[in-house]
């Protein structure tokens, strides 16, 4: 991830467009996972998977690629120009903050006293990192 950070930072500062460097990243990862994708199942089976996939799960694939897939990536390439990669890699522990109580309120997941913890250690932490 360091490496990676470091050649889009490089990249975005040439002003290499953020949704091409997403789009080829997405891509090499595509290419790279193929293979052990075909290695589990024929290219027939694959796309009578996708193709007979229910609707709902249709619009979540749809949803991870283009909103959280996408359009997030191409911000925070965008957003490698103007921050420290250090800083930038600080709002990867927020993820969980954010992401816990979309699961309480989608998934219906239960809130526990080892999630408020883990968020105060995380919240707690990404002050003290913030304040150098």
Same mark, same amino acid.
């Given at each position: 991830? @360091?490496? @990676?950070?470091?050649?889009? $930072? $490089?990249?975005?500062?040439?002003?290499?467009?953020?949704?091409?460097?997403?789009?080829?990243?997405?891509?090499? &990862?595509?290419? %790279?996972?193929?293979?052990?994708? #075909?290695?589990? #199942?024929?290219?027939?089976?694959? @796309?009578?998977?996708? +193709?007979?996939?229910?609707?709902?799960?249709?619009?979540?694939?749809? !949803?991870?690629?283009?909103?959280? &897939?996408?359009?997030? !990536?191409? #911000?925070? +390439?965008?957003?490698?120009?103007? %921050?420290?990669?250090?800083? =930038?890699?600080?709002?990867? !522990?927020?993820?969980?903050?954010?992401?816990?109580?979309?699961?309480? +309120? #989608?998934?219906?997941?239960?809130?526990?006293?080892?999630?408020? %913890?883990? =968020? =105060?250690?995380?919240?707690? &932490? +990404?002050? %003290? @990192?913030?304040?150098?």
């Amino acid at each position: 991830m @360091a490496i @990676a950070s470091v050649i889009l $930072k $490089k990249l975005v500062r040439r002003d290499v467009d953020p949704l091409t460097l997403t789009n080829v990243a997405f891509l090499i &990862g595509f290419f %790279i996972l193929l293979p052990f994708t #075909l290695s589990q #199942l024929s290219f027939n089976q694959l @796309a009578d998977k996708i +193709v007979t996939l229910a609707f709902n799960f249709q619009l979540g694939v749809f !949803y991870m690629a283009i909103l959280s &897939g996408t359009i997030a !990536y191409t #911000l925070w +390439v965008k957003a490698q120009k103007s %921050i420290e990669i250090s800083e =930038a890699g600080l709002f990867t !522990y927020l993820i969980p903050i954010f992401s816990a109580p979309l699961g309480i +309120v #989608l998934l219906n997941e239960k809130l526990t006293a080892a999630m408020i %913890i883990g =968020a =105060a250690f995380v919240l707690f &932490g +990404v002050i %003290i @990192a913030e304040r150098k």
